[in-house]
């Protein structure tokens, strides 16, 4: 049974999930994921989306450590940001249904956030460099 258009809450896109996963961090994107699962009542996998992207860095992390230096480090980073894009998406797939009935939400103020901090600490790494 649909809910009342006064009750379905707005979503963040699914397109915008994967892109603050590819251009920012896995984290960043799960943290837009948790979001959409808190606004349909699933606080429990909100915090799991949460952890469960943290582990998955870390990991990617480590795993990217031991290619050899000569890689295409960007390569890997845009394809272990956009995996973590879709495995996020896959998940909110299995709680959030109808999609297309929720309204989209804004990006901007999670895009200003992420660039208020990916900004200086780029900055910092062309300065250290």
Same mark, same amino acid.
Not at 17 to 31: C, P, W
């Given at each position: 049974?649909? &809910?009342?258009?006064?009750?379905?809450?707005? &979503?963040?896109?699914?397109?915008?999930?994967?892109?603050?996963?590819?251009?920012?961090?896995?984290?960043?994107?799960?943290?837009?994921?948790?979001?959409? *699962?808190?606004?349909?009542?699933?606080?429990?996998?909100?915090?799991?989306?949460?952890?469960?992207?943290?582990?998955?860095?870390?990991?990617?992390?480590?795993?990217?450590?031991?290619?050899?230096?000569?890689?295409?480090?960007?390569?890997?980073?845009?394809?272990?940001? *956009?995996?973590?894009?879709?495995?996020?998406?896959?998940?909110?797939?299995?709680?959030?249904?109808?999609?297309?009935?929720?309204?989209?939400?804004?990006?901007?103020?999670?895009?200003?956030?992420? &660039?208020?901090?990916?900004?200086?600490?780029?900055?910092?790494?062309?300065?250290?460099?």
């Amino acid at each position: 049974m649909p &809910l009342p258009p006064a009750t379905i809450p707005s &979503l963040y896109s699914q397109r915008s999930i994967r892109l603050f996963s590819l251009v920012f961090t896995t984290i960043a994107a799960s943290f837009l994921t948790a979001s959409n *699962l808190r606004a349909i009542g699933r606080p429990d996998q909100a915090r799991k989306v949460i952890w469960a992207s943290v582990v998955y860095m870390v990991l990617m992390g480590v795993l990217v450590s031991f290619l050899p230096n000569t890689s295409a480090y960007g390569a890997y980073a845009a394809g272990i940001g *956009l995996a973590g894009g879709y495995g996020l998406n896959a998940y909110a797939d299995s709680f959030i249904l109808n999609k297309k009935d929720h309204p989209a939400r804004s990006i901007w103020r999670p895009l200003l956030l992420c &660039l208020l901090v990916f900004v200086p600490l780029l900055g910092l790494l062309v300065y250290v460099l």
